[in-house]
């Protein structure tokens, strides 16, 4: 198992409020990435970052923000969320020179009613 | 642009029997390919990937899977099928840039059958 966490594992939450999915690792990678899942389906990246103070949009369009103001923390924010945003949540990481697989946390699972 | 076609949803094998998990990939220029696999509500784990050399490729629990340039496929194997292998597989190939982008395939339930 990679040493990558996401917390929380799962999560139900109301219309409108405002959640923070956290996604830490402590395998010194420079690159993360979140993509969307809903179960048993394709993923689809919503944001990577390069490292410190880089963050970008994949290629499926999120409402959500991300932020990396340290390298092991790469956090999702949902400002309101809504019941579209209802799915699965995966982080990874990779980024040792040669190395190009990505390592995934478990997931958090994200209900909006 | 990149992309990755798993052309069978449902792959069903019986345990004991050897298993093959289709991918045929797009890519310009040489590609990175991988293989990754998810259990039931967890992420997912790393199996095996092509970046050069060999075409046969070995990974973890006894997969392997073969790069065929000309075909443009990297099928997933395994000789000898058991029912713990029962899982959702994906397939990926990578873009190649700074950040290593994975474009995933829609992923194939594998299921043996005791």
């Known amino acids: 198992e990679a040493d990558i966490y996401q917390t929380p594992r799962y999560l139900v939450i109301g219309t409108g409020k405002k959640i923070t999915l956290e996604c830490s690792q402590t395998?010194?990678?420079?690159?993360m990435y979140w993509y969307q899942q809903d179960p048993g389906m394709e993923l689809h990246l919503i944001h990577y970052?390069?490292?410190?103070?880089?963050?970008e949009k994949g290629d499926l369009s999120s409402e959500s923000t991300v932020s990396r103001i340290r390298t092991e923390h790469f956090p999702l924010t949902l400002e309101s969320a809504r019941p579209s945003h209802t799915s699965q949540y995966l982080c990874?990481?990779?980024?040792?020179?040669?190395?190009?697989?990505?390592?995934f946390g478990p997931g958090t699972r994200l209900t909006v009613t | 642009a990149q992309s990755v076609a798993q052309p069978e949803d449902q792959v069903n094998v019986a345990e004991g029997n050897p298993l093959t998990v289709k991918c045929t990939y797009s890519?310009?220029?040489?590609?990175?390919l991988f293989w990754y696999v998810q259990y039931p509500n967890r992420g997912l784990q790393f199996l095996l990937k092509?970046?050069?050399?060999?075409?046969l490729v070995k990974g973890s629990y006894g997969f392997e899977a073969e790069f065929n340039k000309s075909q443009t496929s990297f099928h997933l194997k395994k000789p000898s099928a058991h029912v713990s292998d029962s899982a959702l597989y994906f397939c990926?190939?990578?873009?190649?840039?700074?950040?290593?982008?994975?474009?995933f395939g829609t992923g194939t339930r594998l299921t043996v059958i005791p």
């Open positions: 890519v310009s220029g040489n590609p990175y």
């Open positions: 092509y970046i050069t050399g060999d075409n």
């Open positions: 990874a990481s990779s980024g040792v020179l040669g190395i190009y697989e990505q390592y």
């Open positions: 970052s390069y490292g410190v103070n880089s963050t």
């Open positions: 990926a190939v990578s873009d190649q840039t700074g950040a290593n982008n994975l474009f």
């Open positions: 395998m010194g990678h420079d690159k």
